[in-house]
């Protein structure tokens, strides 16, 4: 079987990012690398979506930008502006087609549907799927989500639906996601944030019909597209090796109080082009300790107290919305982390802290 200088397992977001990153650096010139994937095409079946306070490679894969956005409670809301940092939504699609496209140029990479094709003894590999811990208290973000299209006019495309609870919920947090491509179109999305345990949750179809009928108040629609998936709040099992670096959510990557990965992949991405030399003495990149510390409590409350996180996440909002963006995309300072802290309830997350 032959040998590739490096390997990475898993051909998804992760994986083709950082076989980007190193391709249009010339980091793989005169290397060899094998990308496993067992899928058989590629094509659109992701929507990921964050705000842009950094630079990324994808600008040609966003879908659209949005500059406002809006946080929905059942008797409340709160417009707010992010012209500092645009919201943006990458189709995945696009984002397929363009790194794959870039990497058929280079005759030494290659692509294989399972390990055993290849021999790994003298590869650096780099691994994008996660080891995660069968256990029904650990919690997760799960969705689905529609690209709908309207007959007549109907979104309001300048403006993206954050969050809009359903506050009914006591057990489970659970809220609504719009993002209108178009005045005829829009993706929306059926959010919760749970430990998956109750079937009912995940009755996902027509949680999206009755929100789009009866909440919106749309009956004349087509739905052009749909995906699904689950986001694991918690970190997955890592096992230190010394030629393997994990990547993408299997390296931490994902912010847990928020399911947000993919900006976080292209700096991890980054970080390692930029010490791909001696990749295997580098240190392993994270995310910030504070962050890993506040998330921590974060979901301790989330789990204690499901019933209040609707009007946590809400006053969060209260705050600048430059400060909770980058405070919510791991770019934010101290004082930036206390104008967050102050808005939260105080016993209740100094009860989680102690717990």
């Not at 992760?14 to 010139?29: M, P, V």
């Not at 256990?135 to 299209?149: A, D, K, P, R, S």
């Not at 027509?206 to 009956?219: R, S």
């Amino acid at each position: 079987m032959k040998e590739f200088d490096y390997i990475i397992i898993g051909g998804g977001c992760a994986g083709l990012s950082l076989a980007y990153e190193l391709e249009i650096h010339k980091k793989l010139t005169n290397k060899t690398l094998a990308i496993i994937e067992p899928r058989s095409e590629y094509k659109r079946d992701r929507t990921w979506s964050f705000w842009k306070v950094s630079n990324h490679n994808f600008d040609d894969c966003v879908k659209k930008n949005w500059e406002n956005f809006t946080i929905n409670l059942p008797n409340k809301s709160n417009h707010l502006s992010c012209i500092s940092y645009p919201y943006q939504s990458i189709d995945s699609g696009l984002f397929y087609k363009k790194i794959n496209s870039k990497l058929t140029e280079n005759n030494n990479i290659y692509f294989f549907k399972d390990l055993k094709e290849i021999n790994l003894t003298n590869s650096f590999i780099f691994n994008s799927v996660p080891t995660l811990e069968k256990n029904y208290n650990n919690l997760w973000q799960h969705f689905c989500g529609v690209e709908i299209e309207t007959q007549n006019n109907f979104f309001d495309d300048k403006i993206f639906n954050l969050m809009d609870f359903d506050c009914d919920q006591k057990k489970s947090v659970h809220f609504f996601y719009t993002l209108p491509y178009t005045k005829k179109t829009a993706l929306i999305e059926t959010t919760w944030l749970s430990k998956m345990n109750n079937i009912s949750e995940k009755d996902y179809d027509n949680q999206i019909k009755d929100y789009i009928e009866n909440h919106l108040n749309l009956k004349k629609y087509k739905i052009l597209y749909k995906e699904q998936g689950a986001i694991p709040l918690f970190h997955p099992i890592y096992e230190a090796s010394k030629n393997k670096i994990n990547i993408g959510t299997a390296g931490g990557m994902t912010r847990l109080s928020t399911g947000y990965t993919f900006l976080n992949i292209q700096d991890h991405s980054k970080y390692i082009r930029e010490n791909f030399e001696n990749i295997s003495k580098a240190k392993k990149y994270k995310i910030k300790k504070k962050y890993q510390f506040l998330d921590k409590i974060f979901l301790r409350v989330l789990n204690k107290h499901p019933e209040k996180m609707s009007e946590i996440f809400f006053k969060m909002f209260e705050t600048s919305p430059s400060t909770i963006i980058k405070f919510l995309s791991n770019k934010s300072n101290f004082l930036e982390d206390l104008k967050v802290i102050l808005k939260m309830p105080k016993l209740i997350f100094i009860r989680s802290l102690f717990n």
